[in-house]
């Protein structure tokens, strides 16, 4: 198994411009996750989905974000426009089908992107 | 105050020491358990879960406080490649894992 798949690993761009970042989830699984990672604030959960569908996107910081699940085996997280405080590493993951409301399986994560907003 | 707390570090030890790592989390209605590990630029791994009664791996041996909120992690005959930032991991419901901000280990010969 090829695990999470994400794309591109780094990304330099400039302020104002729009950012898409990918992911796809290992074969299977049922939920995804988009994580952001940074020195100051650590590893957050910025949306998550069930099914293609979005779950729980309280984590999102503003509007400039947004993320799409079109089919189970890929999504995107755009940033538009893109600021210096959005430079982070950007984490997708994915599980699979809990046993319950209750259980968790283990989330793998992608190898991450490391985006950089000048 | 952050939902979990760790203790930053860094922890420098030579090869073959103990070391522990604690960690509180403040929702008393968190559920499940986890040590994650990050080697650098790297992404998190799970390590182990942490079970009331406490569980363990090989050298590694996780305990679970309730009642404090309080959770340990104890490595020992620390190896080099152990060298990672150890992360603290809660969750409330299922699906959310809420992440501390990581203790660094740095194991040296």
């Known amino acids: 198994d090829a695990g999470v798949i994400q794309s591109p690993r780094h990304e330099v761009t400039e302020m104002g411009q729009e950012v898409t970042l990918r992911c796809k989830p290992i074969?299977?699984?049922?939920?995804l996750f988009w994580y952001r990672q940074t020195m100051m604030r650590g590893l957050e959960l910025l949306i998550y989905?069930?099914?293609?569908?979005?779950?729980?996107d309280s984590g999102m910081p503003e509007d400039r974000f947004s993320a799409k699940m079109p089919n189970a085996s890929f999504s995107t997280l755009k940033i538009q426009p893109s600021e210096p405080r959005d430079s982070a590493v950007y984490f997708c993951?994915?599980?699979?089908?809990?046993?319950?409301?209750?259980?968790?399986?283990?989330?793998?994560f992608g190898p991450g992107t490391r985006l950089t907003v000048l | 105050r952050k939902e979990v707390e760790q203790d930053p570090g860094p922890f420098n030890v030579p090869e073959g020491a103990t070391v522990a790592f604690n960690c509180t989390y403040s929702?008393?209605?968190?559920?499940?358990f986890f040590w994650y590990r990050q080697d650098c630029r790297k992404e998190p791994k799970l390590l182990m879960s942490?079970?009331?009664s406490g569980n363990e791996d090989g050298r590694f041996t996780a305990q679970l406080n309730r009642a404090s909120q309080y959770i340990s992690l104890l490595i020992r005959d620390s190896k080099l490649s152990d060298s990672a930032t150890y992360l603290c991991?809660?969750?409330?419901?299922?699906?959310?894992?809420?992440f501390g901000a990581g203790t660094i280990l740095r194991v040296k010969s």
């Open positions: 993951a994915s599980r699979g089908l809990a046993g319950g409301p209750n259980s968790y399986n283990e989330q793998f």
């Open positions: 074969s299977g699984h049922d939920y």
């Open positions: 989905f069930n099914n293609n569908v979005p779950i729980d």
């Open positions: 929702n008393s209605a968190s559920q499940s």
């Open positions: 942490v079970y009331s």
């Open positions: 991991v809660v969750t409330t419901y299922g699906n959310k894992l809420v």
